[in-house]
């Protein structure tokens, strides 16, 4: 037996897309009811009643399951929402949409906190408010970069918040396949890198000032591979040793190349001994030729570098100019030891030397001697045209003494009118006695000193190791006393100690 409505039944299930399920269930109920309307109800027999009452109630549950089915998907959808919409208002960056003109349509909480603002009250303004004047550019290459390639763009720049407060941001904006009025959206999201740029110019500053210490310092560094002898030059260091590129040393024997020869052997083998001992970081001073051919002191800190096995990997020299140092250094220990009037070694100078003169007498069995001068008349000289042509006067005996004796010879200032001369190698008297007279000779003519012809003979005494003294300044006593017996018999002559 058919049905009323077996003409028209349409299938219809819960999985049905929501519209479709409506449409369908509206029409089959028309098509029902014209059924109805064109037999008459009186051409119902009571089974075509109880199916009637049986297929509305089926249509009945039918709708009652779709009702949950759709409330069920309602409830999904919201939580879907509700979770896509905590996401985005609770995220940690910022989202903005904009409109193609740049007019914010809309943002999430952590936009609004970005520009310090109300969220309603953002809605149309544009972007450019917020951004710093001199990050204008910044921006608007990147937005016309979007529009013209549709590719993402990225760019940072500075945010000016509505509480006058700066914060750099890290801008990414995209395309959205959103359309408002036929014109399409834009995303713009936008994340705090500003802890980050406070770091990157912190690290900037204190980069900047190292450089400067160094730079003040005269600190460059390099590096060396003890596996491969392989060196290599950061610029500052090519910059302080004026090397290009491409003359450059390659490896630790072409570095060794341009050591001072008086050092080369020394620092490689302190380099060496460093390699065999690596946790102890010590320091080496060397000279250094640079490419104008001078030689400069350095002071070179040397420092392991480990693998993750803790064994050697290379070698950091970090070394500093020391060459104005050294040379104050040597000035200073040159006027601790020298006559800063004539340039003659001083009293502890001309001991030192003496005796290393005299030890090697006393190897080679050889005699020694010992010539003490005095300026006759310096005083009357001194006080009569004042101390300035005293002290040139004094000059210029200290020359005519160095000119008169020979480069083995020593010759030094006491102090006042008083010189000392120690000759090496003298093989008697006579050898004495002529360095004696051709000294005396040297000193007898005239000085001419600005205008003035000064005369100013010497009286001399003599000593002879070992025959008057073992020691210096015993020699040096021997000297002086037979340099007064000379003023008092003889001025302008020599006398011997012994005589």
Not at 156 to 179: F, G, K
Not at 369 to 393: E, M, P, S, Y
Request: aromatic share 8%; hydrophobic share 40%.
């Amino acid at each position: 037996m058919s049905h009323p409505d077996d003409s028209v039944n349409i299938p219809v299930t819960a999985d049905s897309e929501p519209a479709a399920l409506g449409q369908a269930l509206r029409q089959r109920a028309e098509t029902l009811l014209e059924t109805l309307d064109a037999r008459g109800m009186d051409t119902f027999t009571p089974v075509a009643t109880d199916r009637l009452v049986y297929e509305l109630r089926v249509h009945q549950i039918e709708l009652e399951l779709q009702n949950e089915e759709l409330r069920r998907a309602q409830e999904s959808m919201d939580v879907l929402q509700a979770r896509y919409f905590g996401l985005y208002d609770l995220a940690p960056v910022g989202y903005l949409t904009l409109s193609e003109a740049g007019l914010i349509q809309e943002a999430n909480r952590a936009a609004a906190t970005f520009l310090n603002a109300l969220r309603g009250d953002l809605v149309d303004q544009p972007i450019t408010r917020f951004i710093l004047d001199e990050d204008q550019a910044v921006y608007a290459q990147c937005r016309n970069q979007l529009w013209s390639g549709e590719e993402p763009q990225t760019a940072e720049l500075r945010l000016l918040c509505l509480d006058n407060a700066t914060r750099w941001v890290r801008l990414e904006a995209s395309l959205t396949p959103e359309v408002t009025g036929g014109v399409p959206l834009w995303r713009v999201i936008l994340s705090d890198i500003t802890d980050r740029k406070r770091s990157d110019h912190d690290l900037f500053v204190t980069q900047a000032r190292l450089r400067l210490v160094a730079e003040i310092a005269d600190l460059t560094f390099w590096e060396w591979n003890p596996r491969t002898n392989r060196v290599s030059f950061p610029s500052p260091w090519q910059q302080q040793m004026g090397y290009p590129a491409d003359e450059l040393p390659t490896h630790l024997a072409d570095w060794s190349t341009l050591l001072h020869p008086e050092d080369r052997e020394r620092i490689l083998n302190r380099i060496k001994h460093f390699v065999d001992a690596p946790t102890t970081p010590y320091e080496i001073q060397y000279r250094l030729q640079r490419k104008d051919g001078v030689y400069r002191w350095f002071v070179a800190l040397l420092e392991a570098i480990l693998d993750d096995r803790d064994h050697l990997d290379h070698v950091l020299l970090v070394n500093q100019d020391v060459t104005r140092h050294k040379e104050s250094e040597d000035r200073a220990l040159h006027l601790a030891q020298h006559d800063p009037l004539t340039g003659l070694p001083s009293r502890a100078l001309l001991d030192q030397i003496a005796n290393h003169m005299l030890a090697s007498a006393h190897r080679s069995g050889s005699q020694l001697a010992v010539l003490f001068f005095d300026l006759d008349h310096f005083k009357a000289i001194n006080d009569t045209h004042g101390h300035r042509i005293g002290d040139l006067l004094l000059q210029a005996v200290a020359r005519r003494l160095l000119d008169a004796f020979r480069e083995e010879d020593l010759v030094g200032r006491l102090g006042g009118d008083e010189f000392v001369a120690v000759l090496a190698n003298i093989r008697n008297d006579a050898d004495a006695a002529s360095a004696a007279r051709t000294a005396i000779a040297a000193l007898t003519p005239a000085y001419l000193i600005e205008g003035h012809a000064l005369h100013c003979v010497s009286s001399l005494g003599i000593s002879l190791f070992p025959r008057d003294g073992t020691t210096i300044e015993h020699l040096i006593q021997c000297a002086d006393l037979a340099m007064y017996h000379a003023k008092q018999i003889s001025p302008g002559q020599s006398q011997f100690a012994s005589q």
